[in-house]
């Protein structure tokens, strides 16, 4: 029920956007994205709250903070992580997920999973 996309490998420094783009209505709910690096945890990249009831406010971990932008098109039932100045840590697989809980970051509050689309940066 949720597609990601927009992965692939980037160099230092380079941006990417990841796209989320789910068979219901997204405005209801929490969107979330997180990564999985090898070898560790599922970690919380960013968050936009649910823009019916929660405004749409938006969280961003602290190694992510002015690179990274999260955001939505209602239109379309799509989410979006827009990255940017990426870093040899970024890499990882992403996924974005879909929660009725709001502002939170744990990821066994989120109901819906897509699929993870993995992101290298090399150069």
């Known amino acids: 029920q949720l597609q990601a996309s927009g992965g692939g490998l980037v160099p230092p420094g380079g941006s990417l956007r990841l796209s989320c783009t789910a068979s219901f209505n997204l405005d209801y709910y929490t969107i979330g994205w997180f990564r999985q690096a090898p070898g560790k945890e599922r970690e919380w990249v960013s968050i936009m709250n649910g823009i019916i009831g929660n405004g749409g406010a938006t969280r961003y971990t602290d190694s992510v903070k002015g690179r990274f932008i999260i955001s939505r098109d209602s239109t379309k039932n799509t989410a979006y992580l827009q990255m940017n100045s990426l870093k040899a840590e970024d890499a990882a697989v992403y996924y974005c997920?879909?929660?009725?809980?709001?502002?939170?970051?744990?990821?066994?509050?989120?109901?819906?999973w897509g699929r993870g689309t993995l992101v290298t940066v090399s150069s």
């Open positions: 997920a879909a929660s009725g809980h709001p502002n939170t970051v744990y990821a066994n509050e989120y109901e819906y």
